[in-house]
């Protein structure tokens, strides 16, 4: 299957499930970010078809935060992130409910604002 297809087909319909909610642009965004978080688990795993079956980001719709959620192969869950779906801004994640919100640590907008410091583990 074309990856960029799938990649695509991912996006179309994030944004179409989304569309009450958030913008295309935010659904963009989201995927770009998650792209960057497979990108760093692939440095850290060296193998891609091991990140493919083992690792895995999902995102969960709250009313003011889309919560990014990292997913391990046995179904592990934890809270990577979260993202303010008025403004992109990026947050640690303080709780699995949650953000840090002592200062943001990037936007998805702007990928250059977040990543140096986002990790497969969670956002510094």
């Known amino acids: 299957m ?4 799938t990649r695509q087909e991912s996006l179309e ?3 179409n499930d989304w569309a009450k909610t958030y913008t295309k642009d935010l659904a963009t965004a989201l995927i770009g970010y998650k792209d960057v978080i497979m990108a760093d688990y692939a440095k850290f795993a060296k193998d891609l078809e091991f990140v493919r079956d083992s690792f895995g980001v999902e995102f969960s719709i709250g009313n003011k935060y889309v919560k990014v959620i990292t997913v391990s192969a046995g179904g592990s869950r934890s809270v990577h992130s979260f993202v303010d779906s008025k403004t992109g801004n990026i947050w640690k994640a303080a709780s699995w409910k949650a953000p840090a919100k002592n ?3 990037g936007n998805v ?3 250059s604002t977040y990543i140096k410091n986002t990790r497969w583990t969670g956002i510094c």
């Open 103 to 105: 200062f943001a640590r």
């Open 13 to 15: 319909s994030l944004a």
């Open 2 to 5: 074309n990856t960029e297809m």
């Open 109 to 111: 907008f702007n990928q």
